[in-house]
């Protein structure tokens, strides 16, 4: 049943209590965690489906599929086409979106709550905001319909005054863009200076630091400056006011399609506070830095700064619409605020003729209608019923894949039918409305299938004895090493299938066994034991066939949680949600990954694992690598394995609460007796005794002048830590 939600629990729980189906949803992270590659990872799923095959195929079956990607598997029988038809299924699925460094939205989180449930709680709310987002809609084709008429009007009297393009990561002024050398540009009421910003070719990194200012040769010889005049009530309107209280002056542009007001305001957007953006859809869009410090989100936006940024189909623009008859001088900088394009940017600076000031004020109507609407769609939405949500799978878009030659994605052969591996028999998905995964999680488990009981048996054996009776647990193939014992291995599977698929009863039988109960290495006076244990060294030095238990250190986890054990520190809690903040904050990148992991005394299966950021404990003790799937971790004996127990102030706290327990009883004898019975459970020797008096006596000279309560829990956190980490502490015997 574990194996099967893991792929398909929310398929086999849809129709159960919503617990029963919200632990479904849950279990089908195991798919949804698979990883993520490159900038834009929705362009690169073939490789997440790869992972995700590879780790199917390692973990149930204890085989190695995902080569088959590229071709049929040289040694094992597994096809490519085998390959493509389980791609074809993961394909057919939708897999939670965590965000990447082009798209930092998380996306297609799976509710917990069951469909027909969540349809009678959120049906009235759609209802509302379908009735708004329909007269949203109206209000756009009004005010489309203003702009065609107005750019038909103004598109006569354009003439392009600056033309210029950026190189990356660089800045060009306005002026000496200027197609004439003219100090001036001559301006009547309701003409329109047209600042524009295209896409130069990689649309991705185009956005665009732009500093502009007007000022009046003659008369009064007012200025406007862009920065100054909207950075700080950016939501003023739009268009937005001058400092000099003409209402509409600086216009925020969809040049898409001529002249055409941005209608979309968006407060923090991400969630970056002071992050304000007038955009249509996702682009283009014109947005500032309000605060007085930088903001780090994709690029470095500097505090007080405008910025722009095209849409992937055309430009954005910003327009000064003159309030004044006369002349202007026009100075600027327009600059690429996110270097690593490579192309940089392109902008153009036109004059358009005509009183526009009427209908700019028309479309400007429309624009506080759809405000108001938007306004009221966020209230309807914050007041909807809020849906728990788990980075899971669900189901996609039903369809099979197309083989790719040689693995390349760009490259399609034939069509592969979704069904399971050829070599049982190679069975096919029956529907064409699910995506395959209920019956794939059938598959994996069916008793014709001997590879899955075969698989965990190995690996229940490889915890209880440091070696697997294959010892290659992810390959049971033809390059895995054979086992030593295949009838023990198909014994044993055997009795997991009788016993109903439970594991206690496995782990009891192993316990109970004459082969586990060895001890690794037992002297003896007798002659003929040791005569039969040097013969037996010989002939088995590492011990294939177990005739001794093999010794061997406690794994990252063990020692972390060992040492939280005898220091009473540890929190037997079992482990609840992690503290993460709320996923529409979420805009985490390659080069701005999460990194919040709370500090916590429970058990390390309990601890956050962040990919990325392996825990130092872990990676210093050999624990298994988070970003792919580990059959067997080393154990290395590395330097700085014994200057963490020398110097970690974590190291030293838990050895300092083991010495305090010791402090409660009188006499030193005593001490020692508890700290063995705490840590090696068992009473100490004689030597060790001697041992503990003399190191305790060198050790109370070094703290002569220290205070005796302080003295005292010195010398006894020393001596703590010297049998916390010997070999006896860390190592099973």
């Known amino acids: 049943q574990f194996v099967r939600d893991q792929i398909a629990g929310d398929l086999i729980h849809a129709d159960k209590s919503a ?116 007269e949203i809609n109206r209000l756009r084709a009004e005010q489309d319909k203003i702009s065609a008429e107005l750019n038909a009007k103004i598109g006569e009297g354009t003439v392009r005054l600056a033309e210029a393009e950026v190189a990356e990561g660089q800045s060009g002024t306005i002026e000496q863009a200027l197609v004439d050398d003219a100090g001036s540009i001559e301006v009547k009421r309701g003409d329109l200076l047209q600042l524009t910003v295209d896409p130069n070719g990689n649309y991705g990194a185009d956005t665009t630091i732009v500093d502009w200012e007007i000022t009046e040769v003659e008369g009064e010889s007012k200025s406007w400056n862009l920065t100054k005049d909207v950075v700080g009530d950016f939501f003023k309107g739009n268009p937005h006011a001058d400092a000099y209280g003409n209402g509409s002056v600086w216009c925020f542009l ?71 008859d006369g002349r202007v001088r026009v100075t600027g900088i327009v600059s690429d605020g996110h270097p690593g394009g490579p192309n940089g940017v392109k902008f153009t600076l036109e004059r ?16 506080a209608k759809l405000a108001e609407l938007r306004a009221k769609k ?87 004895f440091g070696k697997g009776i294959v010892p290659t647990p992810n390959d049971l193939g033809t390059r895995g090493e054979l086992p030593t014992h295949p009838e023990l291995l198909d014994f044993l599977a055997n009795r997991l299938i009788q016993d109903g698929w439970k594991l206690k009863p496995l782990h009891r039988l192993i316990m109970l066994s004459a082969t586990y109960r060895q001890a690794s290495h037992v002297p003896s006076t007798d002659l003929e034991h040791n005569r039969l244990i040097h013969q037996a060294s010989e002939l088995d030095p590492n011990n294939r066939l177990y005739w001794r238990y093999d010794s061997r250190r406690l794994n990252a986890e063990q020692i972390r949680d060992s040492l939280l054990v005898v220091s009473n520190r540890i929190d037997l809690k079992p482990g609840e949600s992690h503290p993460l903040p709320p996923p529409t904050s979420w805009s985490y990148t390659q080069h701005v990954p999460f990194a919040g992991v709370p500090e916590t005394n429970q058990r390390t299966i309990y601890q956050m694992t962040v990919r990325n950021r392996r825990s130092p404990f872990l990676g210093l003790f050999d624990g298994a690598d988070p970003n792919a799937t580990t059959a067997l971790r080393q154990v290395t004996t590395v330097p700085t394995q014994s200057l963490y127990f020398m110097n970690d102030p974590g190291y030293h706290e838990n050895a300092s609460a083991v010495a305090r327990r010791a402090l409660q009883l009188a006499d030193d ?59 006896e502490f860390i190592y099973l015997d």
């Open 254 to 324: 969809d040049a898409r399609k001529g002249f055409h007001l941005l209608t979309d305001s968006i407060r923090d957007s991400d969630g970056k506070q002071g992050l304000h953006v007038w955009r249509t859809g996702e682009n283009p869009a014109v947005f500032v830095n309000a605060t007085d410090v930088d903001i780090a989100a994709w690029t470095k936006l500097p505090a007080k700064t405008l910025f722009v940024h095209p849409a992937m189909d055309g430009a954005v623009a910003i327009g000064w619409l003159s309030p004044i």
């Open 669 to 727: 004898p005593a001490r020692v007796a508890l700290m063995y019975r705490i840590l090696f459970q068992r009473a100490p020797r004689q030597s060790e005794l001697k041992a503990a008096t003399d190191f305790l006596k060198h050790y109370e000279t070094l703290f002569a002048a220290a205070p005796p309560e302080e003295k005292l829990l010195e010398i006894w956190s020393a001596y703590a830590r010297v049998l916390m980490s010997s070999n």
């Open 378 to 464: 966020d209230a309807v939405t914050s007041s909807m019923p809020k849906r728990e949500f788990a980075y899971a799978v669900t189901e996609g878009t039903s369809g099979n894949a197309k083989l790719h030659l040689r693995g390349d994605p760009e490259k399609l052969g034939e069509e592969i039918p979704r069904r399971w591996l050829e070599l049982f028999g190679s069975p096919k998905v029956t529907t064409d409305k699910g995506s395959g995964r209920l019956e794939l999680a059938h598959w994996l488990t069916d008793p014709a299938n001997p590879l899955v009981s075969r698989t965990i048996v190995n690996r229940v054996w490889l915890y209880h």
């Open 352 to 367: 358009r003729r005509g009183d526009i000031r009427s209908a700019i004020e028309a479309m400007s109507a429309y624009t």
């Open 19 to 134: 617990n029963k189906y919200a632990q479904g949803v849950i279990a089908t992270g195991f798919l949804a965690i698979a990883r993520r590659f490159d900038h834009d990872s929705d362009k690169h799923m073939h490789l997440t489906f790869e992972d995700t095959i590879d780790t199917i195929g390692k973990s149930f079956l204890g085989l190695s599929i995902a080569c088959a990607r590229c071709h049929d598997h040289k040694y094992d029988p597994i096809s490519a086409a085998d390959y493509y038809a389980l791609y074809g299924i993961l394909n057919s699925t939708r897999f939670a979106f965590p965000g990447c460094e082009a798209k930092q939205q998380p996306r297609d989180m799976v509710p917990l709550l069951p469909p027909a449930e969540w349809a009678a709680q959120i049906v009235p709310f759609e209802r509302e905001i379908a009735q708004i987002d329909q």
